[in-house]
């Protein structure tokens, strides 16, 4: 057994201790969010700990070891309440509205209030089997959005044409602070022009009917299908929400407390950052829940094993897989289990946003990251395969690349990515000439100057802290000072306004991103993307990201072609480099009837039942 596991068991073995204790004491002390549970992403969450030598790994990984279905018999009581964990270490922020939100647990909320208006398919292309159809005009670079039916809001309104207008409205607005302005929604004809206060309204877009609107765009490629090329897949309630200020609107009411759906519940009752109760939305357009309500509780992750032993609750969204071996085993639950949308990086900071001009602004030669060698050493110095396998239960394998694995047709399973190389990443400093000029066992800068960086990291639970320690190590074995920023790790929501902002105490950054439905990378790496948070762009960068959402990309060799060469680009580049992608876990409590984990289903909330008045414990 190598020195470098050894270590990692230790490590493991103190946390099994702790985790132990902690499953033995209901009054466990919270702990802060681990890392993975980030939006970005859009953005997500997460956690882990490990078995010893991490044998059957591969099994553990495999697709069939969780179903997606749920199988649960008996018979159903009438109505019921729903109990959810939220399994975040922090407060919930609370952005209730779909073109304001930012990161996973506010959209893990939204769901169940959802006011998504297209259904999507296996392979995350729309259909026409949700409140609305698409009709694409390829030729004319056009699309119609049609409601599919007489559909109400939870507060009667009927949805109308407007509504599907309202969210274009707000998001390209001059006075919009959130963060889906980007190079997207720059594709509707007349959307720079209002966002830059020359223009009243988006003149690319056109109410035809009292249900029906028609879309121009300057260009129209597959990733329409997916949601892209600026297409909004949600409606906002204009009778509520067209009378507010756009620069006012996050914190309004209408979204903070008492915000209007289309899902199949209604918001009843927010207790700011802890808790959400819904109610039946009677007007849900696909027939009234089954359920009376759902109530929706933030739990602290050092506790969540424990809340489903114990039957507090009947599931618990972005459950840490570091509690996987704690609830593998109960009897009065069900692990559900699917790959997810999702991958965890390495951030490395090469300039800033320009909020007033809505763009990136990239300095290598200003950054101390700016030397794509040093980027490269620091990836190859990462033992993130000896993580995965003893902390993660072969839950989470080496990224290899930018695109996760559930989108077959882009992925590039043949990319090498930055493999654990010690060797590689002191060869490419040594020749780069980053040596240890003084001798303390650090290297300086090729000026031979002190060179100090300072990584931003996410709080998490226990094991989230001996393994950002144990990459700290990885660093300093091949000569590079790393220091945590700040002296410590960061609480979630702290973490990304400091990323965000770029803060300039921050070098490096370890981040996460659900990517959501879209393939396409251009929301997250373009140079008008909020979310480029490397803040790195290029004219190359830009033409792959134009060329994989052109229209000659709606021949899918062309496609696949162009994501290849973006995944080799930024590669090459580094300044993102992947991570982990993650397995997602949800566990259910067998008074649970009728859920479907599946990405292709048309399983909705308002079939669930429960088979008792109480989980079961």
Request: overall charge negative; some cysteine.
């Amino acid at each position: 057994m190598n020195k470098k596991l050894l270590a990692l068991l230790a490590l493991l073995m103190a946390f099994m201790l702790f985790l132990a204790a902690c499953n033995n004491d209901d009054s466990t002390a919270p702990v802060d969010t681990d890392p993975d549970t980030s939006e970005g992403s859009e953005e997500d969450n997460e956690d882990e700990a490990g078995e010893g030598d991490g044998e059957g790994a591969e099994e553990t990984a495999s697709e069939d070891l969780f179903p997606t279905v749920l199988e649960n018999e008996g018979e159903a009581i009438e109505g019921g309440t729903l109990q959810v964990a939220l399994v975040n270490d922090s407060p919930f922020q609370g952005i209730f509205s779909y073109t304001l939100y930012e990161d996973a647990y506010d959209a893990e909320i939204l769901a169940y209030a959802s006011n998504v208006l297209f259904t999507t398919d296996g392979d995350f292309l729309i259909t026409n089997d949700g409140i609305a159809s698409l009709e694409v005009d390829g030729e004319n670079n056009k699309a119609t959005i049609t409601i599919n039916q007489d559909t109400l809001w939870s507060d009667g309104e009927p949805l109308k044409a407007e509504d599907l207008i309202q969210p274009y409205l707000i998001i390209g607005h001059p006075d919009y602070n959130g963060v889906r302005y980007d190079v997207d929604f720059q594709n509707i004809v007349g959307a720079v022009e209002y966002n830059a206060g020359e223009a009243d309204t988006i003149s690319g877009i056109t109410k035809i009917d009292d249900k029906t609107i028609e879309i121009q765009f300057n260009k129209i490629s597959p990733a329409i299908y997916s949601g892209g090329d600026g297409l909004w897949f949600y409606a906002e309630p204009s009778h509520i929400v067209a009378d507010i200020p756009v620069g006012e609107l996050l914190e309004n009411d209408a979204v903070r407390v008492n915000p209007v759906t289309l899902g199949a519940f209604k918001f009843d009752r927010i207790v700011p950052g802890e808790s959400v109760s819904l109610v039946r939305n009677e007007n849900y357009w696909r027939g009234a829940p089954k359920l009376d309500g759902v109530v929706i509780t933030t739990i602290p992750s050092a506790s969540a094993a424990k809340a489903m032993e114990t039957g507090e609750y009947d599931l618990a969204l972005s459950f840490p897989t570091s509690q996987y071996e704690s609830v593998q085993n109960l009897e009065n639950i069900t692990l559900l289990g699917r790959q997810e949308l999702y991958y965890s990086y390495v951030g490395f900071k090469l300039g800033k946003y320009n909020y007033d001009a809505s763009l990136v602004e990239t300095d290598v030669e200003g950054s101390k990251m700016g030397d794509p060698e040093l980027r490269k050493a620091m990836g190859y110095a990462l033992d993130i395969e000896q993580v995965s396998e003893v902390f993660y239960f072969g839950l989470r394998e080496r990224a290899n690349s930018l695109i996760p694995p559930v989108f077959k047709s882009f992925h590039d399973a043949s990319a090498e990515g930055y493999n654990y190389d010690p060797e590689t990443a002191n060869q490419i400093l040594d020749d780069a000439g980053y040596e240890d000029v003084d001798g303390d066992g650090l290297r300086e800068d090729p000026n031979g100057e002190k060179l100090t960086i300072n990584l931003a990291a996410m709080a998490g639970d226990e094991t989230q802290e001996q393994v950002i320690n144990y990459y700290l190590q990885n660093w300093e074995e091949v000569g590079l000072d790393v220091q945590l920023a700040t002296g410590r790790l960061i609480e979630f929501n702290t973490f990304y306004d400091k990323v965000q902002a770029d803060d300039p105490e921050i070098d490096v950054f370890m981040g996460a991103w659900g990517t959501g439905t879209n393939p396409s990378p251009a929301g997250l790496y373009s140079k008008t993307a909020v979310y480029n948070f490397s803040r790195y762009s290029s004219d190359e960068l830009e033409g792959i990201l134009a060329a994989i959402d052109s229209p000659e990309a709606l021949d899918s060799d062309y496609r696949m072609e162009q994501f290849q060469a973006w995944q080799e680009y930024m590669t090459e580049v580094s300044a993102v480099i992947p991570m982990q992608f993650r397995y997602e876990l949800l566990p259910v409590n067998d008074r649970v009837l009728n859920w479907d984990f599946s990405y292709d289903t048309d399983w909705g909330y308002e079939q669930i039942e429960l088979s008792a008045d109480a989980p079961i414990k």
